[in-house]
């Protein structure tokens, strides 16, 4: 695995979802109650920022049309979405979040 720092720790939103980038890439940040998960920020239904969605626990909602994604391996859960999104490998290495790029 190339583990690459992404982001602080002190920097997420308990709880909650926060946009990161990495070069070109916008990315999401999921903290959950079993550790944190990374995808790519962008819904591959419409193109919406997941960042903006509704994010509870384990799910994110897409603002745009609802369709909804798990964040620990991005398979849809709900309607519109129907492929799964983009998820990245994550750890916490002393205090910074790191994804497999």
């Not at 602080?8 to 890439?25: D, F, I, K, M, Y």
């Not at 550790?35 to 790519?40: A, D, N, R, T, Y």
């Not at 620990?72 to 979040?97: C, L, N």
Request: hydrophobic share 45%.
């Amino acid at each position: 695995m190339s583990w690459t720092d992404l982001i602080a720790v002190s920097a997420l939103e308990r709880g909650w979802v926060t946009p990161a980038s990495l070069g070109p890439r916008r990315l999401a940040v999921y903290d959950t109650p079993s550790g944190v998960h990374v995808s790519l920020a962008l819904c591959n239904h419409a193109g919406a920022n997941l960042c903006d969605g509704y994010f509870d626990e384990y799910v994110i909602e897409c603002p745009l049309h609802q369709g909804a994604f798990d964040v620990r391996d991005g398979k849809p859960v709900s309607a519109p979405a129907t492929r799964p999104m983009k998820v990245f490998a994550a750890r916490v290495q002393a205090g910074i979040v790191q994804i497999d790029v």
